[in-house]
Structure formats: C-alpha cells, structure tokens
Nanobody
Framework: QVQLVESGGGLVQPGGSLRLSCVASGSIFNIASMAWYRQAPGNGRELVAAMASGGGTHYADSMLDRVTISGDYAKNTVYLQMNKLKPEDTAVYYC????????????????WGQGTQVTVSS
C-alpha cells in the first residue's frame, strides 16, 4: 500500500555530514507526520527527529543541534541533514510515516522504510 524508500547513507569520517532522503509512495491520501529513527547494533530503535505535516518538528536529545529534519509533503519527501557526525552515530537509519491511505481515509497507519546504513569512521 505504502512504501518508504530511504537513500543517502554511507561511510563518512567523524565530523562529516550526510543528508538522508525518504520518499513515500503508494496509495497515499494524506501524510500526518514523518520521522527518522535509528538503530545501532545491540540497541533498540530510537527516535532522531520528527516532523508533522504542519511543519512542527521534534528532536531527540541524542543528536540535538546536529541534525535538521525538513520535508516537502506535497512530494511525500522528508530529509535529515546530519552534521558533525560521531562514531556513535553509526546505525541503520529508518524512515517512518503516519499515513492515511485511499483505502482507509479515517485511520492513520504507521509505515517503515527498509533503512539506510550510516557508518561514521576514520
């Protein structure tokens, strides 16, 4: 019904920057919010940043002041600009979205992308 595809991950040196992108496609009637999560080896999945359709944003403390979430909901796209990356930022980064589909416009469903690997290492 709805697919989320992330891109932009890769290997970066400490102090470097990356910009992740996520595009949602499928039977999308409305996107209520989109977010980025990450999961490091041996850890649970944690929120990095979220953005509501109205533009409001929320950032987790883990990467506060080093990341910026932005998006174009008309294009079903969200971005995550990450700066001053640290080795501990190494993780798989997942896109997440709350979506109302054409099949069910009354109820919002949650969808995940497949993730993109970010490795911070010298």
């Amino acid at each position: 019904q709805v697919q989320l595809v992330e891109s932009g991950g890769g290997l970066v040196q400490p102090g470097g920057s990356l910009r992740l992108s996520c595009v949602a496609s499928g039977s999308i009637f409305n996107i209520a919010s989109m977010a980025w999560y990450r999961q490091a080896p041996g850890n649970g999945r944690e929120l990095v940043a979220a953005m509501a359709s109205g533009g409001g944003t929320h950032y987790a403390d883990s990467m506060l002041d080093r990341v910026t979430i932005s998006g174009d909901y008309a294009k079903n796209t969200v971005y995550l600009q990450m700066n001053k990356l640290k080795p501990e930022d190494t993780a798989v980064y997942y896109c997440n979205a709350d979506v109302r589909t054409y099949e069910n416009r009354r109820v919002s469903r949650n969808f995940w992308g497949q993730g993109t690997q970010v490795t911070v290492s010298s």
